[in-house]
């Protein structure tokens, strides 16, 4: 079992899917993680099997709430590496025309999927030095216009221009958005219900692109996870 904790990093929603994915490759590598998900069972099933390669504190909660992205960063302790803003939510399924979005969904929304990230990445920035790394995990609806998802995109495209600013503000750090393209995963199937979306990649496909951005030295910016993958699989390929 890995015990190099020189590096921190705070992963939001990673009881399972990318973010749990995401952790699995991060502790295989020695990183010290703080995740948190909503539901604790699930969490604590990832913490444990998480605890057989690195160090891990699991924290169940909602981003949303305040007093629980406190808790994160203070988990975290005196130094943040790294702060991936996986944790979202998607708003009524089936995805309703704009006519029909409820606005006390679409509310909740904006508060999971923009202002907690920019809640929590203001926490994170006094204990983040030069060189650390945000990655607000975005979508392809940020950027596309596609029936039924006004609510969830423009969440999305809300926190990609939140990225960017913090970009131009903060060039001593990285700071990325990240499309990791379609998964299989159970967001996805909501979105889609009764669908079969089985031929969606598992979430693991996105790591590769994920791991590129945090351990190689890419300009801050918006990134695809499967060009990324790509590029990390040829840099390989050249240095052997």
Known sequence: MSRTTSKTAIVTGASRGLGLALARALGERGWRLVIDARGSEELERARLELTELTEVAALAGDVADEWHRTALVEEAGGRIDLLV????????????????????????????????????????????????RIVNVTSDAAVEAYE???????????????????????????????????????????????????????????VPGLLELIEADLPSGR???????????QTAGAST
Do not use: C
Not at 89 to 106: F, N, W
Not at 160 to 178: F, G, H, K, S, W
Not at 183 to 200: L, N, Y
Not at 227 to 232: G, S, V, W, Y
């Open 85 to 132: 803003n996986n944790a979202s939510a998607l708003g009524p399924s089936p995805l309703p025309p704009v006519a029909e979005l409820p606005l006390e969904r679409y509310e909740q929304v904006l508060r999971v999927n923009a202002v907690a990230p920019l809640g929590l990445t203001q926490r994170v920035l006094a204990r983040m030095s030069a060189g650390g």
């Open 148 to 206: 039924g998802w006004a609510g969830y995109g423009s969440s999305k495209a809300a926190l990609e221009q939140i990225t960017r600013v913090l970009a131009a503000e903060r060039p001593d750090l990285r700071v990325y958005v990240l499309d990791p393209g379609d998964m299989r995963t159970r967001m996805h199937q909501d979105a889609f219900p009764g669908e079969d979306i089985s031929d969606r990649p598992p979430p693991e496909e996105s």
């Open 223 to 233: 990134y695809a996870a499967r060009e990324l993958a790509e590029r990390r699989s």
